[in-house]
């Protein structure tokens, strides 16, 4: 079974997206290489789209190692309520390339406007689903790096 691409304006009207942009306060930024677009807050505070480019979550632990933890690429939606931050750890993400980045602020997105929109109902739903499939793709990777030997991981790749 084919597994559906779910983005955060599936299923919403060009039109429709253009009055949730400002009915949400959206706001988009340009980033170039090296930049950071986002450090991660106990907050939160707003929720992150990449419209086109290339980003890096990162996280560094107490000791100052860096670990990359996902790519995100055109669609990819990132911000505090997909990564809880851990008190030891500082999570941010850093742009790869020419970057932009549409922010939208989360208190916005989790309370309805008076107008009670169908098309925000459709992406509250969207931004569930994505995170679910976030959460299962993280499930996997554990999954293969939690077997006892190459030869299972690779037969389960």
Same mark, same amino acid.
């Given at each position: 079974?084919? +597994?559906r691409h779910?983005t955060?304006?599936?299923d919403?009207?060009?039109e =429709?997206?253009e009055?949730m942009?400002? !009915?949400?306060?959206?706001?988009? /930024?340009?980033f170039? *290489?090296g930049?950071?677009?986002m450090?991660?807050?106990?907050?939160m505070? $707003?929720?992150?789209?990449?419209?086109y480019g290339?980003a890096?979550l990162?996280?560094? @632990?107490?000791e100052?190692? +860096?670990y990359?933890?996902d790519e995100? #690429? #055109? @669609?990819?939606v990132?911000?505090?309520?997909f990564?809880l931050?851990? @008190?030891?750890?500082? &999570?941010?993400?850093t742009a790869?390339?020419e970057?932009k980045?549409?922010?939208? /602020? &989360? @208190?916005h997105v989790? #309370?309805?406007? =008076? $107008?009670? !929109?169908h098309?925000h109902s459709?992406?509250?739903s969207?931004l569930?689903q994505?995170?679910?499939m976030?959460?299962?793709?993280?499930m +996997?990777?554990?999954?293969?790096?939690?077997?006892t030997?190459? #030869?299972k *991981?690779?037969?389960?790749?």
């Amino acid at each position: 079974m084919m +597994e559906r691409h779910i983005t955060l304006f599936t299923d919403i009207l060009p039109e =429709e997206q253009e009055r949730m942009r400002v !009915c949400f306060h959206a706001r988009e /930024d340009i980033f170039r *290489n090296g930049e950071t677009i986002m450090e991660y807050s106990r907050s939160m505070n $707003k929720i992150g789209l990449v419209l086109y480019g290339r980003a890096i979550l990162y996280c560094c @632990d107490e000791e100052g190692n +860096e670990y990359m933890i996902d790519e995100l #690429k #055109k @669609d990819a939606v990132f911000g505090e309520p997909f990564l809880l931050p851990a @008190d030891s750890q500082h &999570y941010y993400v850093t742009a790869e390339e020419e970057t932009k980045v549409m922010f939208i /602020d &989360y @208190d916005h997105v989790i #309370k309805r406007c =008076e $107008k009670a !929109c169908h098309h925000h109902s459709q992406m509250v739903s969207n931004l569930l689903q994505m995170a679910a499939m976030q959460s299962r793709q993280q499930m +996997e990777r554990i999954y293969v790096l939690s077997r006892t030997t190459t #030869k299972k *991981n690779y037969w389960h790749i």
